[in-house]
C-alpha cells in the first residue's frame, strides 16, 4: 500500500514539473480563473507552485552535475 502511494506521489508531482515546464518554455499555463469554486482554485494554485519547486530543483541539481551541460 505505501509503495502505490508513493508511486502516486511521485507520478503527481512529475505531471506538476512538466506543467511547469511548459510554462517556463511556452508560457502556456492552465487558466485557473476559469475555476469557480475557491477551494479548488486554491488547491490548484498550490499544485502549480509544487510543479514550480520540484522544477527548480531539479534544473539546479542537473545544472550542478557533472553529467550533465548547458548548451
Do not use: C
Not at 508513493?6 to 503527481?12: E, Q, S, T, Y
Not at 518554455?25 to 499544485?47: F, H
Not at 542537473?62 to 551541460?69: D, I
Amino acid at each position: 500500500m505505501l509503495g502505490k502511494v508513493a508511486h502516486i506521489g511521485f507520478d503527481v508531482i512529475l505531471l506538476s514539473g512538466f506543467l511547469a515546464g511548459v510554462k517556463r518554455s511556452t508560457g502556456i499555463t492552465p487558466n485557473l480563473e476559469s475555476i469557480e469554486n475557491k477551494d479548488v482554485k486554491y488547491y490548484s494554485q498550490k499544485y502549480l507552485d509544487l510543479g514550480e519547486r520540484a522544477f527548480d530543483w531539479s534544473v539546479a541539481y542537473l545544472g550542478s552535475s557533472e553529467y550533465f551541460t548547458r548548451k
